[in-house]
């Protein structure tokens, strides 16, 4: 089916009474902006029906469409995978996408709206009776043959890793569900994944306790708002402008917490780099 077919949008904007091509008051043009939720992102982006999603960039569109910026975004009514998610950017059939890592391909393909929405850290899980330590990629090294490492086959981290040398990489899984259970069967001593994601994740499956989070992250990750490339440049620059504000704000701190902290337990939450 189409895009034009099926945008059935859901517009996420302060008391909903804009039409299509004005702001609120009628007297000002807005210029609408479209994305779409990313399956399979949560916390990022939760899914509660066909037009129903919440998570950190629901929250943080929401917020961009509350500022005086001379933009609403409009939100797609189906969540798409994160492949033709970007796709859909690269090629304009939509303009943003909430959130992702930067790498090279990605930053030759679309613009990164600074400053990114928060940071993240990576991790190492290993099974709960393991009781294998890591602080450093030379430590994992020194593992030898007992240093498999998962990660999701799609994972935007593999080229750094494959690039650092000496890391023995296992990139098959096909989701974070998948990992982890290969993990717990032992067909990996490792799973690599952001920490906030993996907990969610954990606990969404019932095996945060025959899991074990290591510390300290071994990267942290910024993740960015991001635009197609032929957007022009002073709509890039009023939503930098509404990000600036939201952070100067506290908003975009409150949200990375609300989001990525508050389930984590204590330990796990001091590892978020502070907002």
Not at 69 to 84: H, N, T, V, W, Y
Not at 125 to 131: F, G, K, M, S, V
Not at 218 to 243: C, D, F, K, T
Request: proline letters at 6%.
């Amino acid at each position: 089916m189409s895009l034009g077919l099926a945008w059935l949008a859901v517009v996420l904007m302060l008391g909903g009474q804009a039409d299509s091509a004005h702001a609120g008051s009628g007297t000002a043009h807005t210029l609408t902006l479209r994305t779409a939720a990313e399956q399979g992102g949560a916390p990022k982006w939760l899914q509660h029906g066909p037009r129903t999603q919440s998570g950190f960039c629901a929250d943080v569109i929401a917020a961009l469409n509350r500022l005086d910026l001379g933009l609403r975004i409009e939100l797609l009514a189906e969540a798409l995978p994160q492949k033709r998610l970007m796709q859909q950017v690269k090629s304009g059939e939509l303009d943003l996408l909430c959130a992702l890592t930067r790498t090279e391909e990605r930053r030759q393909d679309f613009v990164f709206v600074q400053p990114e929405l928060y940071n993240m850290p990576y991790v190492l899980l290993a099974r709960a009776e393991d009781p294998v330590e890591v602080g450093s990629w030379d430590a994992l090294r020194a593992l030898g043959e007992q240093r498999l490492v998962l990660l999701n086959h799609d994972s935007s981290r593999l080229p750094l890793l494959q690039a650092m040398g000496g890391l023995h990489l296992h990139a098959r899984g096909l989701n974070t569900e998948t990992n982890l259970r290969m993990l717990l069967a032992g067909r990996g001593r490792f799973f690599y994944f952001p920490l906030s994601n993996a907990w969610y994740t954990m606990q969404s499956m019932g095996v945060q306790d025959r899991i074990r989070v290591l510390l300290p992250p071994l990267q942290v990750e910024p993740y960015h708002l991001l635009a197609r490339r032929n957007l022009p440049p002073a709509v890039q620059e009023q939503l930098s402008q509404g990000l600036q504000q939201l952070r100067q704000q506290g908003q975009l701190g409150r949200l990375t917490m609300k989001w990525f902290g508050a389930e984590l337990p204590a330990e796990l939450r001091q590892a978020l780099p502070q907002p």
